[in-house]
C-alpha cells in the first residue's frame, strides 16, 4: 500500500517535472479573442496553434502534413484543405528565409498576415470605446450642465437681466453661454461677474471681452470675493505710493547735483 502511494507520488512528480521541461506555447490573447471575426474557423485555429507548437518546441518551421497529422484529429485531406484556405483568406504566408545551420533557404510559415488582422480589429475596437467614451463623457457633461443650471436659475437669469439693462438689449446665445462659463468658474456665484460689469460700463466699454479680462486678472489672482479684490487694490496703491515715494528723494537729489554741475562747477 504504501510502495504503491509512493509510486503514483513519483509519476506526478515526473509529470509535473516534464510539464515544465516541455515549455509551452504562448498564444496572444487578441489572436484568441478576435480570430472568428477575422472568418479563421475552430479547426483552422487550432491548427495555427499547432503550426506554432511544432516551430517553438522542434523548431520545425514547415512541418510536413505528416508530423501534423501526429498532432490533429483531422485526417491529412482536412489539415492539408485547412492550411490552404488560411493562406487563401491572407491569415498565414510562406516565407523564406536563410538557415545559417545548413547553409540554405528554407520555407517558414508566417503569422505576419494574422497579427496585421488582429491589430486592425484591436484599432477597430479602441477608436471605438474612445468615441463612445467621448459621447459618455458629452452627456454626462450636458446632464451636469443641466442639472447646474437647475440649480442656480434664479442667480443665472439675474446675471443676464444686469447685462441685458446696462447694454440696453437682449444677449446672443455666446454671450449667455460666456455667463455660464463665468458661473462655472466662480462656482455660481454671481458677485465678482456683476462687479466687473460695474466697472466695464463705468469705463464705457460694453463688450464681454474686457470685462472677460478682467474676471481673468481676478481669477489669475485667486480673488474670490469683492472683499478680496477691494484689499488687493487697496495693497497694490500701496505699493505704488511707496515705490513713488521712493523716487521724488532721488529726483531730488538729481536736481541739485544738476544745480551744482551748472552753477558752482
Known sequence: MSFSGDKKGNVTAAFGSDLIMEGMTSVPNLVLKYYPKIGITDSEMMLVI??????TATNQHFPPLDLLAQFMSGDKAKI??????????????IDHIYCETSDEIIPVYSYEPLFEKVSELWACEKVRLYQQMKKN???????TRVGKNKNRQPVFAKVCQAFEKEFGRLLSPMEIEQVNLWLDDSDGRPELILEALKRAVLLG???FKYIDSILLEWQKNNLKTITDVLEYEANFRERQLSRS???KPEAAEKKKDKFRVLYLG
Not at 499547432?50 to 516551430?55: A, H, P, T, V
Not at 492539408?80 to 504566408?93: P, Q
Not at 463623457?137 to 446632464?143: A, G, S, T, V
Open 50 to 55: 499547432q503550426l506554432m507548437y511544432l516551430q
Open 80 to 93: 492539408k484543405a485547412d492550411l490552404a484556405s488560411l493562406i487563401e483568406k491572407g491569415i498565414i504566408n
Open 137 to 143: 463623457l458629452k452627456e454626462h457633461d450636458q446632464r
Open 205 to 207: 466699454k460694453h463688450n
Open 245 to 247: 515715494s521712493r523716487r
